[in-house]
Antibody, heavy 121, light 106 residues
Framework: QVQLQESGPGPVKPSETLSLTCTVS????????WSWIRQPPGKGLEWIGY???????NYNPSLNSRVTISVDTSKNQFSLKLTSVTAADTAMYYC???????????????WGQGTLVTVSS | SYELTQPPSVSVSPGQTASITCSGD??????ACWYQQKPGQSPVVVIY???KRPSGIPERFSGSNSGNTATLTISGTQAMDEADYYC?????????FGGGTRLTVL
């Protein structure tokens, strides 16, 4: 059973960089796509971006200029960096495995439990 | 940017059929999937590629997608189905989620 676990340093101050890591266990990170999705408190889901195990990435245009997703296959981990954060970036951040099918058939089949990141001075 | 529209809330009596809609321009020409999220939990995919059920998802969950609307149908709704439901598709290589529908079983 694939399991994902988010980890990060905790609260972030405005204008700083949010950094999170997702550790994949119970399966290899290879041959799959891996994604970050966030959910502000009491609100809906927002896709941040995905990375293939080979390193190719695709980001949400609304966050593209501030987002970097990277992968470390030796550690079975992938990571998120979001720069210049504001209070609007306060959210539960989930990592998820993405199954890619055709052009629009992709879905997120395994999710981490999520980690709440608060942006506050 | 592409948008998916869901009703904020749907109510259903136990044992009855609940239908949750998701509207988007020419959505029927794309694949849709549905996620269930219970309070304090991570989302779980209940329908993918319009109508396929992952293993472990009860048969009472079904999906359809045509024209501008995708629909999640829950037959014989149970109290445990009370949750938020999100539709999702892809447009120009960008994942798009609907705003979510709170299903109340009362």
């Amino acid at each position: 059973q694939v399991q994902l676990q988010e980890s990060g340093p905790g609260p972030v101050k405005p204008s700083e960089t949010l950094s999170l890591t997702c550790t994949v266990s119970g399966g290899s990170i290879s041959s799959y796509y891996w994604s970050w999705i966030r959910q502000p408190p009491g609100k809906g889901l927002e896709w941040i971006g995905y990375i293939y195990y080979s390193g190719s990435t695709n980001y949400n245009p609304s966050l593209n200029s501030r987002v970097t997703i990277s992968v470390d296959t030796s550690k079975n981990q992938f990571s998120l960096k979001l720069t210049s954060v504001t209070a609007a970036d306060t959210a539960m951040y989930y990592c998820a495995r993405m199954v890619k099918i055709g052009d629009t058939g992709h879905s997120f089949d395994y999710w981490g439990q999520g980690t709440l990141v608060t942006v506050s001075s | 940017s592409y948008e998916l529209t869901q009703p904020p809330s749907v109510s259903v009596s136990p044992g009855q059929t609940a239908s949750i809609t998701c509207s988007g321009d020419k959505l029927g020409g794309k694949y849709a999937c549905w996620y269930q999220q219970k309070p304090g939990q991570s989302p779980v995919v209940v329908i993918y590629q319009d109508k396929k059920r992952p293993s472990g998802i009860p048969e009472r969950f079904s999906g359809s997608n045509s024209g501008n609307t995708a629909t999640l149908t829950i037959s014989g709704t149970q109290a445990m189905d009370e949750a938020d439901y999100y539709c999702q598709t892809w447009d120009n290589s960008t994942a798009v989620f609907g705003g979510g529908t709170r299903l109340t079983v009362l």
